[in-house]
């Protein structure tokens, strides 16, 4: 479980990534896009097989993000969740947040053996930035 340290450290930078990012706004990989752009906070989408998600530029993996990024929101399925982690670890991101349904045994400790700030099994982003639905 996660404490507000953990999701402070998380908010604090700048920009975020949405990884999972959907085309489709049911889906919460769009609704957690949306709460990063609700709140005027620097989000990229990334979803490899979408050229833009809500108006925003969508890259195919964290590598090809045009600038680092502070945090990676990961809205996976838990067997693809391992390699994002993993992708993270290779680039130097230090935070990432799984929001339910992401969450894997392995990815959890794979991310904190390497010692990132790492929110899993806790609160959904989207009740912490106050997503509100239409928006």
């Not at 450290?9 to 085309?23: D, I, N, T, Y």
Request: hydrophobic content about 40%; charged content about 20%; glycine content about 12%.
């Amino acid at each position: 479980m996660s404490d507000n340290l953990d999701i402070d450290r998380f908010l604090v930078g700048s920009p975020h990534a949405v990884v999972g990012a959907s085309r489709d706004r049911a889906k919460y990989g769009n609704k957690v896009l949306r709460a990063y752009l609700q709140n005027d906070r620097s989000v990229y989408a990334v979803n490899p097989g979408a050229t833009e998600v809500e108006g925003v530029a969508s890259y195919p993996d964290l590598a090809s993000l045009p600038e680092p990024v502070h945090g990676v929101s990961i809205i996976t399925p838990p067997a693809v969740t391992g390699r994002i982690v993993q992708q993270a670890i290779d680039l130097g991101i230090r935070h990432l947040w799984l929001q339910p349904g992401a969450e894997s045994d392995v990815a959890v400790a794979t991310a904190e053996e390497a010692g990132l700030n790492v929110i899993a099994g806790g609160p959904c982003i989207l009740v912490v930035l106050g997503y509100r639905e239409g928006g």
